[in-house]
């Protein structure tokens, strides 16, 4: 699992510890120095931590203008033990909401398993947005068929168009305008 690394390939186009409005700005990352971990595994130090212990991310991309970003998962999203949207709502994603973000696309290919607990947070940030959309795509079919049994899919839009979108040989922009076109199709 340490040579999972989130995607890098768009650091020529921001550095969420470069940018001041991010929750990870000035974080200092140790190359040499596997400080995180899933159970017994040891993770790439890139990933970001935001108080969960099974589930981490790194925030690849968020344009202001356009109110989007682009945040990659790693671990177990675990919250009947962790309450990890508890977290993830408040340590990023308010913080990201505050700042004007109201479309957000989660790459959930490195997600290994999810666990449900309810869905009180999923319900809170699909209301902080009211005029945006949460996109999950390439999500492993077994964990978003758990989002689905406990009804977080009517927050969060899964399937379909959304399952195995190839994203990492585009910009940014391209990835928003492909989610954004899908989503469109869906709720229009």
Same mark, same amino acid.
């Given at each position: 699992?340490?040579?999972?690394?989130?995607?890098?390939?768009?650091?020529?186009?921001?550095?969420?510890?470069?940018?001041?409005? !991010?929750?990870?700005?000035? /974080?200092? +990352?140790?190359?040499?120095? =596997?400080?995180?971990?899933?159970?017994? %595994? #040891? $993770?790439?130090?890139?990933?970001? !931590?935001?108080?969960?212990? /099974?589930? +981490?991310?790194?925030?690849? =991309?968020?344009?202001?203008?356009?109110? %989007? #970003? $682009?945040?990659?998962?790693?671990?177990e999203w675990n919250d009947a033990?962790?309450?990890?949207?508890?977290?993830l709502k408040r340590e990023v994603l308010e913080l990201m909401v505050q700042e004007g973000v109201t479309k957000f696309i989660l790459i959930g290919e490195n997600i290994l398993n999810f666990h449900s607990s309810d869905d009180c947070y999923y319900e809170e940030w699909f209301q902080d947005i009211e005029d945006g959309w949460i996109a999950g795509i390439n999500f492993r079919e077994h964990v978003v068929d758990?989002?689905?049994?406990?009804n977080i899919d009517y927050y969060i839009n899964f399937g379909g168009g959304l399952d195995g979108v190839v994203w990492r040989n585009l910009k940014p922009i391209q990835v928003f305008k492909k989610i954004e076109e899908q989503l469109i199709k869906r709720l229009g």
């Open positions: 699992m340490h040579d999972i690394e989130p995607y890098y390939r768009w650091r020529d186009d921001y550095i969420a510890a470069e940018d001041k409005y !991010s929750p990870f700005f000035e /974080t200092k +990352y140790n190359e040499f120095v =596997f400080d995180k971990q899933i159970y017994n %595994y #040891c $993770i790439h130090p890139q990933w970001d !931590s935001f108080g969960s212990s /099974t589930l +981490y991310l790194k925030v690849l =991309f968020v344009d202001y203008d356009r109110r %989007y #970003c $682009i945040i990659e998962f790693m671990g033990l962790h309450n990890d949207i508890m977290f758990e989002f689905k049994r406990n």
